[in-house]
């Protein structure tokens, strides 16, 4: 049996930035190096997996990929559309505090479909980079196509 393509919301990328996909998430690049942003597949909702909750696990494991990392409060977000979902973002620190790289976060359910997506930056581009990918997260719509159908 072939495996699935994975599929991925619907949504527009800054103008200027190339979409291409890396292993089995997309990656929205901006021209210049030090940010990305990450749009893993769709998931299938589940009774017991909604929004808030697929954010609050991600952000879990995320506070294992650093020695120290400050967070922002959970907070609803909605999409242009009228998808609601959740944001929260961290600062992951180094051992001595410096922040080493920033990342925002934005999970929508969209029965029966969740999407996530995150911004990884380094601090010298986060600010710069930060409205592209809310411009992004604003810009999901409901649905969700392939890879190819994605490229077409």
Request: proline letters at 11%; aromatic letters at 12%; a positive charge.
């Amino acid at each position: 049996m072939l495996p699935a393509a994975p599929f991925f919301p619907v949504f527009t990328a800054p103008e200027g930035w190339k979409t291409e996909p890396s292993g089995p998430k997309l990656w929205v690049t901006p021209p210049e190096p030090g940010a990305r942003i990450v749009i893993p597949p769709v998931l299938a909702k589940k009774n017991w997996l909604d929004a808030k909750e697929l954010l609050e696990r991600t952000l879990l494991e995320e506070l294992r990929s650093f020695p120290k990392v400050k967070r922002t409060d959970t907070r609803p977000i909605q999409s242009a559309s009228g998808i609601k979902g959740f944001f929260a973002e961290i600062a992951g620190l180094e051992a001595g505090g410096a922040v080493n790289e920033w990342r925002s976060y934005v999970a929508y359910d969209d029965d029966p479909r969740l999407y996530l997506m995150f911004l990884q930056a380094k601090p010298a581009r986060f600010v710069a980079v930060r409205p592209a990918f809310l411009a992004v997260a604003s810009s999901v719509i409901s649905g969700a196509v392939s890879w190819s159908e994605k490229k077409s």
